[in-house]
Structure formats: structure tokens, C-alpha cells
């Protein structure tokens, strides 16, 4: 009891305290915190997320259809602006004013009283919408007509220069709206937009331009009736980004922050997020080709949502803190405390204490794990109890074993030594079959370089067999052609001297012709003086024998000409057939020696077959020779084959009785190291506390 009470305490001042980050109850509380925390921390975060997405979704299209509906408001407000311009413009009476006033001069009493009668009439419709700040009627060159309000002509001078003005004309027949200005288009009113039209009569012809001034607070007004949200913004801007309308001050007629694309304004509706985090939704008139453009944004939008969520939040949290800290305690009552007590005794095991138990009641995991670690300590005991009387009997088959293994060496000796005896034998045997062996093999080579050679002999006499039967054979043909050639110089000589029978007759002809000629020349002479007798009646007559002795003439110089060329071919046709004498007897001479050549082919050929039928023997006793050869090596590399395996077979068995005897002192010195070790595990084994 004394012994193992001092193990116990042993084994206790083994066990080191260690960094609580480092106890698993420490790791599994971090676990299921951490865990919890994010869990929470994540749906809340994911619950944010969708709610922003999910609202700004809702507003966006909520802000598009206001923002639509509010754009087709204002263009049912434009659709009323045209709708005056073209009530102007169909009215006959102010057609016939105008047509009246370009018929006086300026500033004349009458071109006034019609300046006055078309003010008039201009009023009744400003005055009928308060909406109208002035109306404006121009010539077609841009001087002033008439003009409603309390504007003065000089503020409109000059304006036939203006790009609006321009734009007006250009437009031809349809209305054109005009971009805001601060300081108005009359001079009499600040901050508004306006819409011109030509005026024409009924024949197409320009009377006359019409521009309608509207204050800028109408589209203000329409502005300032709609609410997008908190922080939104508004404003009317014109197909180049500039602003018409918008409830900033200072703003009117500068570049809108809000641009928009062509494809987007082409669209006519529509939304998307800008580059700054906000909503942008816009709509596009067809009538004035402008855009009611809202900004939304949309931190703004989902703030009161984020508040919510993130208080939410906060207090799951909070909550999911509590109950992390409350499962990591139960979890290191439960799991952590009887791991640390099983710690505890696996240590004082360690130290040779193999009587420690845990006697944990619990059916769960760990009440398991600590029943397994009885039954551990009970089989390690009972492993040591067991090892002990092994160890005994170990001890003392070792000095058995060690008797034994010195005899064993004594007979390995022996048997080595007669073996190296019957080894030596074997060498000389197996030498010896090794030289026949050698001339063996040298006697095969030489057979086979007999068998190569007249193999080669028989081939080279097939192919010079071959040779000369292709050789007779194209002799033949030769001969054949050459029979065909001399035919063929002995007909061409004969048509050459033919031919040069005629060139002769032809030369004879061209001899008379030539005197024919000379006979025509002394007849045309002739005729040429008796015409000349004539007188006047023989000038037709002279003409004809002019023409005789020039046709004479050109006839003499051919005639000469092909003489010529007749001598030139008979001498051609003489040294042709000159050379066609000379070769005859060349053909003739040639066509002996091919037949002197095939006979000689004919030998040859008869020659070669009786020398093949002589190697045919030949290789015949060759083959036979060989055959025998062959089986007089294989007899010998059967000897030499015994004679290397029996060498073999003896060196192998003085190898295995030296490596026994190694083996026995081997055996001896193992059997001496096993006693030291039997008893060494004795001692260690007594140690334990079983």
C-alpha cells in the first residue's frame, strides 16, 4: 500500500498545468460561441440584405410609375401648348393679317394698325391661359410683328441670327420646343422655356413665326407636386443633358447631374443605380423630346429598415451571448471535467500505477469512454502479470537455445570444408566444357557464313539469269526497230530522190515562164509604140500596155525570186540524200551487231541456269551440314549447361554451409542477447504495481 501511495503522488507531480487555450473546454465554449454568434450575426446581416433589396425593388418601381405618370401628365400639358400653335396657325383671320402686313412697310401707318389688330387678337389667347407669359409673332426674316405682355422690341431684335430662331425655321411644319432660358425669350420674364412654329397658309408658303413664352414654374409646379422619398431630386432635362426644369436655384440651363445615354432615352422609360449609390429613374416624352429625371437615394431608402434590423439584431446577439455562455459551462461540466479527471489517471498509469480506475457511472460517451479505460488499465495489468512469466520462460529456452546453436556451427564447418573440395572439381569440369563449347560455336559461325555466302551466290547468278532474259528479249525488239529503220532510210531515200526530180522539172518550168515573161515585156513595148503612133486615140491602149509591162515586170523579179528558193531546195535535198546513202551501210553494220549481241544473250542465259542447278546442290550440302551443326552445339551447350549447374550447385551449398556456420555464431551471440534481455524485461516488468 506504502508503494503505491508513492506512485500516486509520483504520477500527480508529473501532471504540468497547461495554457487554458489550449484545454478542449476552452476550445468547445470558443466553438459554440463563436458559432452562435456568427450564426446570428450572419441572418441578421442576410436579413438586412434582402430587405434592402427587397425595398429598393418596391420603390424603384413604385418611382418609375410616378415618375411615368407625371410625364404623361406634363405631356398631356404639352399636347394642350401644340394644340394652341396649331389653332394659330389654321386661323384665317390672323393668315390674312399677316398676309396684310408683309404688304407695308415697316413702321407705315397701316403696316401699325395691323401690328395693333394682331396683338389683339394674340392677347385673347394669352390672356385665356395663365400659363402663357407672352406670345411672339415674327416675320420670316426675324423682325418683330407683334408682341403680348409688357416686353419691348428692342429686347427682341436681331433675333433671325439665333440658334433657336434657326431651329424654328428648319423645323418646317412641326412645333419646336425650346430650351429654358434665365433671362426669357420676350425680355420681360425671367426663367422660362418656349414653343415656335411657322406660320403658313393654306399654299405652304411661310407667313410669318410664332413663338409661345411659358414660365418655367408650370414644370416647377408639376415638380414640386411629386415625392420620390426623402433626399430625392427632380428635374426636366432636354436630349443633351441640360437642365429645363429643376427645383434647384442656379441650376436652370446649366448640365444636369443626372445624364442619360442615348439608348436609355430612346428606351422612353425606364431605371438604373448610378455610380454614387442612387436610383435613377426617368421618362422621356415624344412630344417635347425632354425627360423628367429622379434621383433616389438609397441609403435613405432602406435607413428606417436598417435601424430595425440592426436594433433586431443587436439584442439576438445579446441573447445568443447568454446562451453560448450557459452551453459552455454545461459543456465543461459534463464533458470537460471527467475527460481532465481521466487525464489525470492516464498519467498515473503512465507512471506504473495500473491499479487507478475511473468507476464512471454514466451511459453516455464519456461514461463509456471511462468504462474503456478500466478495462484498458485491467488488460494492461493482466498483459504485464502475463509478460512476467513469459519473460521466465524466455530466459530459460535462451540457454537451451544457445547450447544447441554452438553444435550447429561445429557441423557447419565440417560441411564447409568438404564442400569447397567438390567445388574445386566442378571448376575444372566447367571449364573444359566451356573451350568445346567456344569451338563449337566458332565451327557454327563459319557454317553460316558459307550458308550467307552461297545464299548470296544464288541470288546474284537469278538476277544475271534475269538480266539476260531481259536483256534477249529487249534485243530482240531492238533488233526489231533496227529491221524497221532501214526499211524506213531505204523508202526515204527513194522519195528524197524523187523529190529531187521534180525540183528539176519545176526548175525547167520556172525557165519557161521566165521566157514567157521576157516575150510579154517586148509585146507591151511594142504596144506602147504603137499606141503612141496612134495619137489621141491610143492613150486608152498605152495604159493597158503600161500596166502589161509593170505586171511583166513584178512577175520577172517573183519568177527570180522562186528560182531562188528552188536552187536553195535542191541543194538541201542533194545533201540529204547524200546523207541518207552514208547511213545505210551504218544501219546495215548495226543491225548485225544486235544480232551477233542476242546470241551472245542466248549463251549467257543457257550458262547461268546450269551454274544456279550447281549452287542448288551446293547449298543443299550446306544445309545438311549445318543441321548436324546444330545439334553437335546443342550437345555441347547441354554439357557446358550440367557443367555451370553443377558448379553452381556446389559453390551454392559451400556458400549456405559458411552462411550456417555464420549463421550458428550468429545464433550463439543472439541466444546470449536474449538471456541478457529475458532478464532485463524481468526486472523492468517487476516495476509495475499489478
Known amino acids: 500500500?506504502?508503494?503505491?501511495?508513492?506512485?500516486?503522488?509520483?504520477?500527480?507531480?508529473?501532471?504540468?498545468?497547461?495554457?487554458?487555450?489550449?484545454?478542449?473546454?476552452?476550445?468547445?465554449?470558443?466553438?459554440?460561441?463563436?458559432?452562435?454568434?456568427?450564426?446570428?450575426?450572419?441572418?441578421?446581416?442576410?436579413?438586412?440584405?434582402?430587405?434592402?433589396?427587397?425595398?429598393?425593388?418596391?420603390?424603384?418601381?413604385?418611382?418609375?410609375?410616378?415618375?411615368?405618370?407625371?410625364?404623361?401628365?406634363?405631356?398631356?400639358?404639352?399636347?394642350?401648348?401644340?394644340?394652341?400653335?396649331?389653332?394659330?396657325?389654321?386661323?384665317?383671320?390672323?393668315?390674312?393679317?399677316?398676309?396684310?402686313?408683309?404688304?407695308?412697310?415697316?413702321?407705315?401707318?397701316?403696316?401699325?394698325?395691323?401690328?395693333?389688330?394682331?396683338?389683339?387678337?394674340?392677347?385673347?389667347i394669352a390672356f385665356s391661359g395663365k400659363s402663357i407669359s407672352s406670345l411672339l409673332l415674327f416675320q420670316p426674316d426675324g423682325r418683330l410683328i407683334a408682341l403680348t405682355g409688357?416686353?419691348?422690341?428692342?429686347?427682341?431684335?436681331?433675333?433671325?441670327?439665333?440658334?433657336?430662331?434657326q431651329a424654328i425655321k428648319n423645323n418646317n411644319d412641326q412645333t419646336q420646343w425650346l430650351d429654358s432660358k434665365a433671362e426669357g425669350y420676350s425680355g420681360s420674364y425671367p426663367n422660362t422655356f418656349a414653343i415656335g412654329r411657322v406660320m403658313k397658309n393654306?399654299?405652304?408658303?411661310?407667313?410669318?413665326?410664332?413663338?409661345?413664352?411659358?414660365?418655367?414654374?408650370?414644370?416647377?409646379?408639376?415638380?414640386?407636386?411629386?415625392?420620390?422619398?426623402?433626399?430625392?431630386?427632380?428635374?426636366?432635362?432636354?436630349?443633351?443633358?441640360?437642365?429645363?426644369?429643376?427645383?434647384?436655384p442656379g441650376e436652370l440651363g446649366k448640365a444636369s447631374n443626372l445624364p442619360l445615354t442615348g439608348a436609355q432615352i430612346d428606351a422612353g422609360r425606364g431605371l438604373f443605380t448610378s455610380a454614387n449609390d442612387h436610383i435613377v429613374v426617368y421618362y422621356h416624352s415624344a412630344l417635347s423630346d425632354w425627360n423628367m429625371v429622379g434621383d433616389i437615394p438609397i441609403g435613405l431608402l432602406v435607413r428606417e429598415a436598417a435601424d430595425k434590423i440592426f436594433q433586431f439584431t443587436l439584442v439576438a446577439v445579446l441573447c445568443a451571448v447568454i446562451a453560448a455562455g450557459l452551453i459552455g459551462i454545461w459543456v465543461v461540466r459534463v464533458i470537460v471535467r471527467p475527460i481532465q479527471k481521466l487525464r489525470d489517471l492516464m498519467k498515473q498509469g503512465a507512471q506504473g500505477k495500473l491499479t487507478v480506475r475511473a468507476h464512471y457511472t454514466s451511459a453516455d460517451e464519456v461514461g463509456q469512454l471511462g468504462a474503456s479505460f478500466d478495462q484498458m488499465m485491467q488488460h494492461f495489468a493482466d498483459l504485464v502479470r502475463q509478460s512476467g512469466d513469459t519473460a521466465h520462460n524466455v530466459l530459460e529456452t535462451a540457454n537451451e537455445l544457445a547450447n544447441s546453436a554452438r553444435l550447429t556451427k561445429t557441423a557447419a564447418d565440417e560441411?564447409?570444408?568438404?564442400?569447397?573440395?567438390?567445388?574445386?572439381?566442378?571448376?575444372?569440369?566447367?571449364?573444359?566444357?566451356?573451350?568445346?563449347?567456344?569451338?563449337?560455336?566458332?565451327?557454327?559461325?563459319?557454317?553460316?557464313?558459307?550458308?550467307?555466302?552461297?545464299?548470296m551466290m544464288g541470288t546474284a547468278a537469278a538476277g544475271v539469269q534475269e538480266a539476260g532474259v531481259k536483256g534477249a528479249h529487249e534485243m530482240d525488239a531492238l533488233m526489231a526497230n533496227t529491221n524497221r529503220t532501214e526499211e524506213m532510210i531505204t523508202t526515204l531515200i527513194k522519195k528524197v530522190g524523187a523529190f529531187k526530180e521534180s525540183t528539176t522539172s519545176i526548175q525547167s518550168i520556172l525557165d519557161m515562164l521566165n521566157?514567157?515573161?521576157?516575150?510579154?515585156?517586148?509585146?507591151?513595148?511594142?504596144?506602147?509604140i504603137e499606141a503612141v503612133r496612134a495619137g489621141q486615140a491610143g492613150k486608152?491602149?498605152?495604159?493597158?500596155?503600161?500596166?502589161?509591162?509593170?505586171?511583166?515586170?513584178?512577175?520577172?523579179?517573183?519568177?527570180?525570186?522562186?528560182?531562188?528558193?528552188?536552187?536553195?531546195?535542191?541543194?538541201?535535198?542533194?545533201?540529204?540524200?547524200?546523207?541518207?546513202?552514208?547511213?545505210?551501210?551504218?544501219?546495215?553494220?548495226?543491225?548485225?551487231?544486235?544480232?551477233?549481241?542476242?546470241?551472245?544473250?542466248?549463251?549467257?542465259?543457257?550458262?547461268?541456269?546450269?551454274?544456279?542447278e550447281q549452287l542448288g546442290a551446293v547449298s543443299d550440302s550446306v544445309s545438311s551440314l549445318e543441321s548436324k551443326q546444330v545439334i553437335l552445339s546443342d550437345?555441347?551447350?547441354?554439357?557446358?549447361?550440367?557443367?555451370?549447374?553443377?558448379?553452381?550447385?556446389?559453390?551454392?551449398?559451400?556458400?549456405?554451409?559458411?552462411?550456417?556456420?555464420?549463421?550458428?555464431?550468429?545464433?550463439?551471440?543472439?541466444?546470449?542477447?536474449?538471456?541478457?534481455?529475458?532478464?532485463?524485461?524481468?526486472?523492468?516488468?517487476?516495476?509495475?504495481?499489478?
Not at 468547445?28 to 441578421?44: H, K, M
Not at 408658303?205 to 416647377?220: A, D, F, R
Not at 521566157?515 to 506602147?528: D, E, F, R
Request: net charge negative; glycine share 6%; aromatic share 6%.
Open 150 to 165: 409688357s416686353g419691348s422690341n428692342s429686347a427682341v431684335e436681331n433675333v433671325e441670327q439665333t440658334d433657336w430662331f
Open 515 to 528: 521566157q514567157i515573161m521576157k516575150k510579154t515585156n517586148i509585146l507591151s513595148l511594142n504596144a506602147g
Open 202 to 248: 393654306g399654299e405652304g408658303s411661310s407667313k410669318g413665326v410664332l413663338v409661345m413664352e411659358v414660365s418655367t414654374e408650370l414644370l416647377n409646379n408639376e415638380l414640386n407636386s411629386l415625392s420620390l422619398g426623402e433626399g430625392s431630386q427632380l428635374s426636366i432635362t432636354n436630349s443633351a443633358n441640360t437642365n429645363i426644369a429643376t427645383l434647384k
Open 415 to 455: 560441411i564447409a570444408s568438404a564442400m569447397e573440395e567438390i567445388s574445386a572439381g566442378a571448376t575444372g569440369l566447367a571449364q573444359e566444357s566451356e573451350k568445346g563449347n567456344a569451338l563449337t560455336e566458332h565451327v557454327s559461325t563459319q557454317m553460316k557464313q558459307v550458308t550467307e555466302a552461297n545464299f
Open 1 to 124: 500500500m506504502e508503494r503505491r501511495r508513492i506512485l500516486g503522488i509520483e504520477g500527480l507531480r508529473g501532471i504540468k498545468l497547461t495554457s487554458p487555450m489550449k484545454s478542449i473546454g476552452m476550445k468547445l465554449f470558443l466553438i459554440f460561441f463563436v458559432s452562435i454568434v456568427s450564426f446570428v450575426l450572419s441572418c441578421g446581416m442576410l436579413s438586412y440584405s434582402i430587405s434592402k433589396n427587397v425595398i429598393q425593388k418596391k420603390v424603384s418601381q413604385s418611382s418609375l410609375e410616378t415618375i411615368s405618370q407625371a410625364g404623361m401628365k406634363l405631356d398631356f400639358m404639352y399636347k394642350t401648348f401644340e394644340d394652341i400653335m396649331l389653332q394659330l396657325n389654321l386661323d384665317n383671320d390672323l393668315q390674312n393679317l399677316l398676309a396684310k402686313a408683309q404688304q407695308f412697310p415697316p413702321g407705315s401707318y397701316q403696316a401699325m394698325e395691323i401690328a395693333g389688330q394682331l396683338t389683339e387678337k394674340l392677347n385673347v
Open 540 to 612: 486608152g491602149f498605152m495604159v493597158v500596155a503600161d500596166e502589161i509591162r509593170r505586171l511583166a515586170e513584178q512577175s520577172r523579179h517573183s519568177i527570180g525570186v522562186v528560182g531562188q528558193i528552188m536552187n536553195d531546195i535542191q541543194n538541201e535535198v542533194h545533201e540529204t540524200f547524200n546523207l541518207l546513202e552514208s547511213a545505210a551501210p551504218i544501219f546495215k553494220t548495226q543491225l548485225q551487231a544486235v544480232r551477233d549481241t542476242n546470241v551472245i544473250f542466248g549463251q549467257v542465259t543457257s550458262q547461268m541456269a546450269a551454274f544456279i
Open 635 to 690: 550437345t555441347m551447350m547441354n554439357v557446358s549447361s550440367v557443367a555451370e549447374e553443377s558448379l553452381a550447385t556446389s559453390e551454392e551449398v559451400t556458400a549456405q554451409g559458411l552462411e550456417q556456420s555464420r549463421v550458428s555464431d550468429k545464433l550463439v551471440q543472439l541466444s546470449d542477447k536474449l538471456e541478457q534481455l529475458s532478464q532485463g524485461l524481468h526486472d523492468t516488468l517487476s516495476k509495475f504495481d499489478i
